[in-house]
């Protein structure tokens, strides 16, 4: 089996958060950066989605040998973006096996991780390798098999592609993540997530 294509949705505006989150320091670097470096340990081609504020990430990524994907609908929903990544990963890679979806703002998930995912797949058995946590959580990071890429390239407004996870419950296999889950859609929970990042990861 080769590579499975790895896409980072990284296109909202980060509304609750009041700057862009795919811009807020991260240990020495941005949040953008640090993913996309950690998403690049898997060996795995990298795919970055970008809409708000992709006038000053661009240039933090072209250090970085990944694809770039601007989502010009992004403000229409998180659908878009999710459809934005697998279009292109098609048009790249259109006899790849599955995709996995991660988000920008769950920075604890490991690349370790997302290779439990991989080796939790098998090819053609539509199969959906979904993260769950402590907390209850199912959904993304997930690997999704390529039966869905029709539905993942017809996805449009608010229903991202949790939405699937959902819909084909009996196919959906579930890794755990235990913790690694958290995201951050506040000032607040971006401080919590960043001592314990620094905490735990860099000790």
Do not use: C
């Not at 898997?42 to 000053?56: A, I, R």
């Not at 797949?121 to 769950?132: C, D, N, W």
């Amino acid at each position: 089996m080769g590579k499975i294509p790895i896409i980072l949705l990284a296109a909202g505006s980060s509304s609750r958060m009041g700057q862009p989150k795919q811009l807020l320091p991260w240990g020495k670097q941005t949040l953008i950066e640090y993913q996309v470096e950690k998403l690049r340990q898997t060996g795995n081609p990298v795919y970055v989605v970008l809409g708000s504020s992709s006038e000053q990430i661009l240039p933090l990524l072209k250090k970085y040998p990944v694809k770039v994907v601007l989502n010009p609908k992004w403000k229409e929903g998180m659908g878009t973006t999710v459809a934005a990544g697998i279009k292109q990963v098609l048009a790249d890679l259109p006899n790849t096996d599955a995709v996995i979806y991660t988000l920008i703002d769950q920075p604890l998930v490991t690349a370790a991780h997302l290779q439990k995912l991989t080796d939790s797949f098998t090819p053609g058995q539509e199969q959906i390798v979904a993260s769950f946590s402590v907390k209850g959580w199912l959904g993304v990071p997930a690997l999704y098999d390529a039966f869905y890429f029709p539905e993942l390239s017809n996805l449009n407004g608010e229903h991202g592609a949790k939405s699937l996870i959902k819909k084909y419950d009996p196919k959906v296999i579930r890794v755990d993540a235990n913790d690694l889950l958290d995201d951050m859609d506040t000032v607040e929970s971006y401080q919590r997530l960043l001592t314990k990042y620094l905490n735990f990861y860099l000790s």
